[in-house]
């Protein structure tokens, strides 16, 4: 499925489709992020500000390994053969995100975005089994997109890497679903990754993911409640998985995130079609 890009929405997609486990390759390119001395002393300086004025509050900022995205290709279905999506990634870390996609987006055209830090993120739509979409408020307490709607999940890290040396996104996500909602894999029926977008705030690269439950809205939220990681969201916000739910939630939600506003345009389009996301790119250019 071709990737289609509107200017009313804040989110470019690179890839589009249903992609089971089985159909999706991400192999690790251990080259370094490309950079410039001038970028490097921007990135120390960055990270030093934010550091320090992360203390005494009670934000969350530190440090660790995660994988950027490097390049990637779709291949056509053929000879009986599904289409596959392959996914090359290479180290980068949470210090060069805050310096890069996160505090100096303004300088993107200055560095060019294949020297800025792009960790992926790897993040789902839940669908509950009264019809429900569920997301997540993000707190005070994360770095970036605080009290904003998100989507549930977290960002390739290299612990997500397999003995043979690939990198498992689903296992990834499947992670951060059990840290911020309780929510182990047998519980995800139906998960699949539906594309690849970048939204045009951070510029940084995300899969997206779906999944269905056979928990009810409210039974997820007594999930959320008992969670490891529950304080990464003050609220669990949902609207009906319905086509004229999408853009109306969209404009009265709040702060969205546009990952969040990308992963329900997608999943809009894989259900209901490409005249839906049309119509509904056209809504969001006008006034609530």
Known sequence: MKPHNAPSLPFVVDVIGRYPPSQVRVTLDPSPRPTTPELDALIEAEWERQTALAKGTDRLLFNGPLMRYVRHDVTEP?????????????????????????????????????RFANPIGT???????????????????????????????????????????????????????????CLPREELRDLICVGLIRDNEIHQPEMLFEARL???????????????????????????????????????????????????????????????????????????
């Not at 392959?86 to 303004?106: A, E, K, Q, S």
């Not at 969670?227 to 319905?242: F, R, T």
Request: charged letters at 25%; aromatic letters at 8%; proline letters at 6%.
């Open 78 to 114: 053929s000879n009986n053969r599904p289409a596959e999506l392959h996914l090359t990634v290479g180290p980068t870390c949470y210090r060069d995100f805050v310096g890069t996609n996160l505090f100096n987006r303004h300088r993107l055209g200055e560095f060019g975005w294949e």
């Open 123 to 181: 993040t789902a739509t839940l669908t509950t089994s009264d019809d429900q979409i569920c997301y997540g408020r993000r707190s005070a307490r994360v770095s970036y997109h605080s009290l904003h709607v998100h989507t549930f999940g977290g960002a390739l890290e290299e612990r997500d890497r397999t003995p043979d040396g690939s990198i498992n996104p689903f296992g990834s996500l499947c992670r951060e679903l059990v840290e911020e909602l």
């Open 214 to 288: 056979d928990l009810t809205a409210e039974e997820l939220l007594a999930r959320w409640n008992s969670a490891e990681s529950k304080d990464e969201h003050d609220e669990i916000v949902s609207l009906p998985d319905e086509p004229d739910a999408i853009v109306p939630f969209i404009k009265n939600c709040g702060p969205i995130a546009p990952v969040a506003i990308g992963a329900l345009f997608l999943h809009g389009r894989l259900r209901w079609g490409q005249d839906w996301y049309e119509k509904a790119a056209d809504e969001m250019r006008r006034p609530r």
